[in-house]
């Protein structure tokens, strides 16, 4: 399998397939929204967005970085959404990162957005699609995060089959400037459990498809099957 890694401002072209990873916190709270119910997350492509669909969807359920905001139902931390009851609900996410590295590669003919608590199932959807080429694309610090670029790497690995530790991916994830931001408050809309739970790793069995549904980018799980043909 053909690898690249880059970060948003150098994605020049549209990739084949596109593995979007922001382990600090957008799609781990995503994959902790569908664990709490959410059918499907809308991203947004701005925080007016946001707003405005969730005024024209009163049910819908609206989230962004920092802190709590007028109009917003919730921040992006994991630690405060795995308490949310999402049963049945649409959830719009606007983040700084993620959701930009998304829309960025929607034209893509398969997009996945992953993290550590999804590397496996995003690992093996990526072997049951039988890719040739896969970019991964480093949301964080302009392609430069060490724990989006950890977790992609890592990924990639499992994606080629090899058998690979996770314990010095995630080593250098948890020391990652993002993880020391979190750790410090420098970042708003925390929860001192978040960055334990953006290092677990495959804490769920589904992988995470982005895909256009009319004007919007949605993105829902999905459970690749196991060896052998199996569901998971």
């Not at 902790?32 to 005024?55: C, M, N, P, T």
């Not at 400037?177 to 960055?195: C, K, M």
Request: net charge negative; proline share 7%; with cysteine.
């Amino acid at each position: 399998m053909d690898t690249r890694f880059l970060g948003i401002p150098d994605l020049d072209d549209v990739p084949p397939v596109a593995v979007v990873v922001d382990v600090m916190r957008a799609f781990t709270v995503a994959a902790w929204a569908f664990s709490r119910g959410a059918e499907k997350i809308v991203l947004a492509g701005s925080l007016d967005e946001a707003l405005e669909l969730k005024a024209a969807h009163p049910d819908w359920v609206a989230l962004k970085d920092g802190p709590p905001a007028p109009g917003f139902d919730l921040v992006n931390s994991p630690g405060l959404l795995r308490s949310a009851e999402l049963g049945g609900r649409t959830v719009v996410q606007k983040t700084t990162a993620g959701t930009v590295g998304a829309l960025a590669v929607k034209e893509a003919s398969l997009v996945l957005c992953a993290g550590f608590v999804v590397a496996e199932a995003t690992a093996r959807l990526l072997r049951t699609r039988g890719s040739d080429s896969v970019t991964f694309v480093v949301t964080g610090e302009d392609g430069k995060a060490d724990e989006d670029l950890a977790c992609a790497e890592y990924i990639a690995r499992r994606a080629e089959g090899a058998g690979t530790d996770a314990a010095e991916f995630v080593r250098r994830a948890a020391g990652s400037r993002a993880a020391a931001e979190l750790a410090q408050g420098i970042r708003q809309g925390v929860h001192p459990d978040d960055i334990a739970l953006c290092l677990e790793v495959d804490r769920f069995p589904f992988a995470m498809v982005a895909a256009p549904e009319g004007p919007l980018m949605v993105l829902r799980p999905h459970t690749p099957p196991l060896p052998g043909g199996h569901p998971a």
